[in-house]
């Protein structure tokens, strides 16, 4: 088992930036990919970043590319997403989600999930 605890979301301008953590706790961190995702209201819940075991593979929705990183510590058993230059429909419940894969951007492979934080984006 694994227990995600996001935080970090908030509302910030368009333009803003923002930095989401996640925390693990339980099994060993290093043995799951990790992936942001997030869901807006009407919307379907959409992969945005992933990250492999290692840190080595990197996926980014074209809608994120060059405005978000997602990084790990395996240390701190943290992953991070750094999200810069904010637009408003980067509005969203975002999501960690951790799979016993190498990696992974299907929503179907994350076996645990956090409760999501609140972002918003004001124009």
């Known amino acids: 088992q694994v227990q995600l605890v996001e935080s970090g979301g908030g509302l910030v301008q368009a333009g803003g930036s923002l930095r989401l953590s996640c925390a693990a706790s339980g099994r060993s961190f290093s043995n799951y990919a990790m992936g942001w995702f997030r869901q807006a209201p009407g919307k379907e819940r959409e992969n945005v970043a992933a990250?492999?075991?290692?840190?080595?593979?990197?996926y980014y929705a074209d809608s994120v590319k060059g405005r978000f990183t997602i990084s790990r510590d395996n240390a701190k058993n943290t992953v991070y997403l750094q999200m810069s230059s904010l637009k408003p429909e980067d509005t969203a419940v975002y999501y960690c989600?951790?799979?016993?894969?190498?990696?992974?951007?299907?929503?179907?492979?994350?076996?645990?999930w956090g409760q999501g934080t609140r972002v918003t984006v004001s124009s």
């Open positions: 989600a951790a799979t016993g894969l190498t990696f992974s951007t299907s929503s179907d492979h994350y076996n645990y």
């Open positions: 990250i492999s075991r290692s840190g080595a593979s990197l």
